[in-house]
């Protein structure tokens, strides 16, 4: 099995997670809070090739870790669509709220029932699933886990390219996912713009366990949506986060977010060889206004330079040809003849945004010398710079004309 979260060939083993369920409500509970506490969505978009570890990632979730009782404020809910045994066999996707009774069982209460073959890799379905959790849930704080492949700004346009190994792949949005009826051949995913324009409600946060989407223009395209956002610039191993302590974390904790991303950098720091390979990083998406008015001031005034940046000497995170279009933020400042003025504007900006950032310095077999928490675009990549000028970043800062 491949160790990466990016696609590559192999079928998912599926096991039956009804085996560490109750689907049995203990009678005589005490009643529930009307308004609860905090809210925590696990979207788990995985019919597709990761469907084996977000499997896993869910049985960590809900029975190795902290799962609330159904009094307590706190609400755990898994929305999951994943492979059955066949790429080609259509499944049910579902959302349930997983709690303990009185009698310390976990139960696993069915929300939501979508018809089958329901692709989670839609707007329309993440606008579905998290409409019916804001009106179900009445709560001070709603969070989301989105667990996929990603590929954060890039357009979903269905592109088929190659992979080192030779595999045919695609370089995908957000969330890409596999057709019952056609196999591995029809792939879909979903927009930057459309996932953002897809969030009915505020959230406090966004965890993406996913690849690439540790970009500046996934932050500012969401800033609206979402106070917080934690996510990686480069791959992530397929193991993704730790989510024996993630439901903890996010639930029992007011600094939960900045532990989930510490805990990742510092498991994967402990580890050795290729798996000793992480970026992660969490904004303010409040404060991205701020950076987008001072790129927008340098990018203006350095055009001829920045227009002549060559892309092979900045950081980048991407390993292979297909996904080399993230690069370091500030490594494309680097490029620049920045003034002390306009360096020190910069770096506050850059203070302001970034709560957290880490890497092990390595992704696999790419070295990662350069590192702000925040990859980018670079100019003179020039694939897809019509599409980014569609990009609310390229909007306010202008770095593609």
């Known amino acids: ?20 369920f109750s689907c049995e409500r203990p009678q005589h509970e005490e009643a529930e809070p009307a308004v609860k506490d905090r809210v925590l969505l ?5 019919f597709n090739n990761l469907t084996s570890y977000l499997e896993e990632d869910i049985e960590e979730l809900c029975t190795k870790g902290y799962v609330p009782s159904r009094t307590s404020g706190n609400v755990l809910l898994v929305f999951q669509n994943l492979a059955d045994g066949s790429y080609s066999k259509a499944v049910t996707p579902i959302l349930y709220r997983v709690y303990k009774g009185s009698d310390g069982k976990t139960v696993k209460d069915v929300v939501l029932t979508l018809e089958k073959g329901t692709v989670a890799a ?7 699933v998290l409409a019916t959790v804001r009106e179900r849930y ?15 700004w890039l357009p979903a346009s269905g592109t088929v390219v190659r992979a080192m190994s030779g595999d045919t792949v695609s370089p995908s949005s957000i969330g890409n996912e ?3 009826e056609t196999g591995t051949s029809v792939q879909y995913e979903i927009d930057l713009q459309d996932f953002a324009d897809a969030i009915p409600m505020h959230l406090d946060y966004i965890l993406f366990d996913a690849c690439f989407m540790g970009g500046v223009e ?13 996510f990686s610039q480069a791959e992530v191993i ?10 903890s974390c996010l639930l029992q904790s007011s600094s939960g977010l900045y532990d989930v991303c510490k805990n990742y950098y510092e498991h994967y720091m402990n580890l050795s060889g290729e798996y000793r390979s992480a970026t992660v990083s969490l904004v303010d998406c409040s404060r991205m206004e701020d950076l987008a008015s001072v790129c927008k001031e340098i990018y203006g005034s350095h055009r001829i330079e920045l227009d002549g940046i060559d892309p092979s000497y900045v950081q980048c995170f991407g390993r292979i040809p297909e996904h080399r279009y993230f690069y370091d933020l500030k490594d494309i400042m680097n490029q620049l003849d920045l003034s002390a003025a306009e360096q020190d504007a910069f770096d506050a ?22 590192f702000c928490g925040l990859s980018s675009y670079c100019p003179n990549k020039n694939k897809y710079d019509d599409f980014y000028k569609t990009l609310a970043w390229n909007q306010a800062t202008g770095m593609i004309q």
């Open 1 to 20: 099995m491949n160790p990466y979260r990016i696609f590559l060939t192999g079928i998912a083993a599926i096991s039956a997670l009804a085996t560490f």
């Open 42 to 46: 696990y979207y788990a978009a995985g």
């Open 122 to 128: 839609s707007a329309g379905t993440l606008n579905k």
């Open 138 to 152: 009445d709560s001070y704080e709603y969070g989301m886990i989105f667990s996929s492949h990603a590929t954060g």
């Open 178 to 180: 596999y057709s019952p």
């Open 218 to 230: 996934v932050a500012y395209e969401l800033k609206d949506v979402c106070d917080m956002i934690a």
């Open 238 to 247: 397929a193991d993704g986060f730790d989510y024996t302590t993630m439901a």
């Open 349 to 370: 900006a850059m203070n302001g945004c970034i709560i957290y950032a880490a890497t092990t310095g390595q992704m696999i077999n790419l070295a990662i010398d350069e």
